[in-house]
DNA sequence: TTATAAGATGAAAACGTTTCCATCGGGTTT
DNA sequence: AAACCCGATGGAAACGTTTTCATCTTATAA
């Protein structure tokens, strides 16, 4: 029996005769072959194999729920088609589009997974010169050239102000990450169209953006600016409802908000495990993780295998707990 | 310029002249080639590439902080050396050794990390008698034949128990994962350890084990039958302190306690980030997370490397925190 | 019976490296 | 000057597949 015959009972077992098939199929489980990745990967440039590169700068993303739930829904995706999964970081924060071209040149991989869109994504422009495949979780302005899969941002921001209103909040702060991030552009519209909705001004002093991290990983008695700060603006604006565009933001006000004494609604964003966890129980914008991983998987294969892709936008769904429910009449 | 030097230039190049190394350099540099690492793998057995194999049956592990951390400080290490990392699920509960055995007949990965020892544990026999490299995360009652990393979980008992004591805790309750697993079995040796030196009898009826990842996930108010139980339990035992063996149960113990009114200190172990982040701050054993990983990394790739390795023994903490400050004289 | 086609199988090249062995040139020893 | 050695380089085989192309077998049609 030839190699090239044991090659097609992987490959193409249709062309085998019925009578070779099943003859392989008794040696190969006997004495459980299997064909070396390696090799095949050289000769047929499939490799079975993605990559995740995640950024440098904010490793800490990785210590947050979101990713430990994508990663796993990913993975899971990924084996249904006997694919796997290289995680790396991006070895330079100003250039991380070197990391994407190491691996392309080494020619590891079939393809990546992009997270953490940016404006203007150096790693975007790479893979697309490059002819590579991939899909991206969250997309940007310039979204016609590729593949993303997000959630829908703009009825996440109306959904969270829109409750807000509902409880009769009239000021409104938004605790934003980064507003160069087409997310927080996308909830900040939506945040906008509820407050249209109900005959609210928009008023750009409510908009607070940066880094909140520090909100939940610091401790309020340790008198931290960001705490002395955000209470200052709480009080003297008069804030009376917040939406922060991420749990983990939503969470730190809370604390703030307990050891303040200030009793207010919080709406956040995400839906991480924690949210129903904390006390008290957050109230916050449910984005489908799961789904988006599983999405941005099949969809990757897809490509792979040479098939035309779309983009596509999944609900969100505002998940009601104790931060709002105790304000409702 | 033969292929021979070239090859000689990425892996002996103390065995060019250096004027010829200098030759390559310039070109290298200049059209930026990178060796083909399927190619390289092929020939030379060196992959460059490790896998972590998740328990299938505990997937929410990964949802968990410890993970999160673990693998980003062992992405870190690894990287130094130019090794990747892929991560999958074991494909079977009942046969974890299969998807070992696959990625060994693949030929694609240089050693395994393995997670959530167990004792008798089949996927250590299969690698074993492969001539497998890998390194574990703990380790089991037969940890001779093999490399692990591991903390000092007899002394991370011992330490929680006789925190509790000096708070002056009589009736401590042990709150455990399973017993079958060797990290629990050293942390009780800790916990008798400390009532030992306090001149306390120990008493097994303040043990308990299983699996108490509801206490946490699930809400007090739903009335689960773990929450009332434990109550039942702590006020029939009279119990006055507790020590759980991890922070998530830890968490939901503090839980319990503030909606079932008992004011009794509490001590957990890990640290995970979220432990700083709860209200009260958790009084925990710091688990040196990310110290782990990297040893992990460093002494499998030493292993790949054909070096000889020693299995190492890592020190726990003991932080102090609102959980049982509040609780001091 | 022979020609033709279709299906099944095999031989050999190719993928891009590393490794083994041979060769070449120049310096040192005899 | 011959013999020897050593460092530097190159040629060719090897790694284990997939792919292309050729061949062989069998059934069908002329």
């Known amino acids: 029996m030839s190699t090239t015959t044991i090659s097609r009972y992987f490959n193409h077992p249709e062309k085998l005769s019925d009578k070779t098939r099943e003859k392989i199929r008794k040696v190969i ?16 440039k499939r490799k079975n194999l993605v990559a995740i590169i995640l950024e440098k700068d904010r490793q800490v993303f990785l210590s947050f729920p979101y990713f430990s739930i994508f990663s796993a829904s990913l993975l899971n995706r990924l084996s249904q088609d006997k694919m796997y999964m ?5 070895e330079s924060e100003k250039k991380p589009h070197i990391t994407y071209r190491g691996f392309v040149q080494k020619n590891l991989v079939d393809g990546f997974i992009v997270m953490g869109m940016r404006e203007d994504d150096k790693r975007i422009k790479f893979l697309l010169e490059h002819n590579e495949h991939f899909v991206t979780i969250g997309r940007n302005r310039k979204a016609k050239n590729y593949t993303w899969v997000d959630c829908d941002n703009v009825q996440g921001g109306f959904l969270a102000t829109n409750h807000l209103i509902s409880l009769g909040c009239k000021r409104i702060l938004m605790l934003g990450g980064y ?23 928009y008023n750009d002093k409510l908009i607070l953006a940066g880094d909140f991290t520090s909100l939940v990983l610091d401790h309020p008695d ?32 809370l604390k ?67 931060s709002t429910s105790k304000f409702m009449k």
């Open 29 to 44: 489980t006997k004495y459980g072959f299997v064909p070396n990745e390696l090799a095949r990967g050289l000769r047929s």
């Open 86 to 90: 290289i995680t790396t970081f991006e």
């Open 179 to 201: 507003m160069d991030n087409y997310d927080m552009m996308m909830r900040l519209e939506g945040y906008k169209n509820a407050l249209e909705g109900a005959g609210i001004n």
């Open 222 to 253: 340790q008198r931290f600016a960001s705490y002395d700060e955000l209470k200052k603006i709480i009080v003297e604006q008069r804030i009376d409802g917040v939406f922060c565009t991420s749990d983990v933001s939503a969470l730190g006000m």
């Open 256 to 322: 703030l908000l307990k050891y303040k004494k200030i009793d207010i609604p919080v709406v956040g964003f995400d839906d991480i495990p924690l949210a129903m966890m904390y006390d008290p129980t957050l109230t916050t914008i449910k984005q489908p993780i799961k789904k988006i991983a599983e999405k941005a998987g099949e969809k990757l294969i897809e490509k792979i295998n040479g098939n035309g892709v779309q983009s596509e936008e999944l609900p969100v769904e505002l998940i009601i707990r104790e």
